[in-house]
C-alpha cells in the first residue's frame, strides 16, 4: 500500500499513521527514509533551503517516531533511520545535507537510551555513495565528485540499494535484537 504525506507536517504524519493502522494495525517497524538533498557551497544555503532540509531530514524523524512510539506493542520495535556516511567522511559542498544527518545520528543514538527501556530498537543505516531514483532525479549521477567516490571504494562501484536492503531487513528483525544506538555504515569501506 502507498501512501502520500509531508512527514515534515504533523498533521500528514498523524493521517498517515491512522491509514497505516487502519490497514495493518500493530506497528513492529519503522524506516525513516523520507529525505531532501541539495548539494552547494556555504554561499548558496539560503534560509528557504535550510528550513526546508532541517524540515523534511529532522523534524521528519521526530514526527514518525513520536507517532510510531505510540503503536509500538509491549514487545517493542525497531525504528531504523537512514543517514549518510557522509557524516564521518566529509565532503566539500554537502554542508546541509551532512548536518541534517548529523542530526539524526544524535537523534538515533539519544532515542536508543531513551525508548531501549520499553523495548524498542533505534538505529541508524548510513550507507555511502548510492546509486539511487533520488540520486539520479536531481543529477548528483552527473557530479564530477561520482568518479572519486568510486576510485575511493574497494569494489570499484557505487552502492545499490539492494546492497542496502539487507542491512535494513536484519535490522528489522529479531535477529538484531541486542542491537540498539548504533551507526550502521554500509560502504564498501570508503
Do not use: C
Not at 136 to 154: C, H, K, N, Q, Y
Amino acid at each position: 500500500m502507498a501512501l502520500s504525506g509531508d512527514v515534515s507536517k504533523a498533521s500528514d504524519v498523524v493521517n498517515l499513521f491512522a491509514e497505516a493502522d487502519a490497514a495493518y494495525g500493530a506497528l513492529d517497524v519503522l524506516v525513516n527514509n523520507a529525505a531532501v538533498y541539495t548539494f552547494g557551497p556555504l554561499e548558496s544555503v539560503t534560509e528557504e533551503e535550510f528550513r526546508r532540509h532541517f524540515d523534511t531530514n529532522v523534524l521528519g524523524v521526530y514526527l514518525t517516531i513520536k507517532e510510531a512510539v505510540k503503536r509500538f506493542g509491549d514487545k517493542g520495535g525497531s525504528i531504523i533511520n537512514i543517514g549518510t556516511a557522509g557524516t564521518r567522511f566529509t565532503r566539500p559542498n554537502s554542508v546541509l545535507y551532512a548536518s541534517t544527518k548529523g542530526a539524526v545520528d544524535i537523534i538515533t543514538r539519544t532515542l536508543a537510551k531513551e525508548l531501549g527501556p520499553r523495548r524498542i530498537r533505534v538505529n541508524s543505516l548510513n550507507p555511502g555513495g548510492t546509486d539511487t531514483e533520488g540520486a539520479r532525479r536531481v543529477g548528483i549521477m552527473d557530479s564530477p565528485l561520482i568518479p572519486e567516490i568510486i576510485a575511493a571504494t574497494p569494489l570499484g562501484r557505487l552502492g545499490e540499494p539492494q546492497d542496502m536492503a539487507p542491512v535494513a531487513v536484519f535490522l528489522a528483525s529479531d535477529a538484531s535484537h541486542w542491537i540498539t544506538g548504533e551507526l550502521i555504515h554500509v560502504t564498501v569501506g570508503s
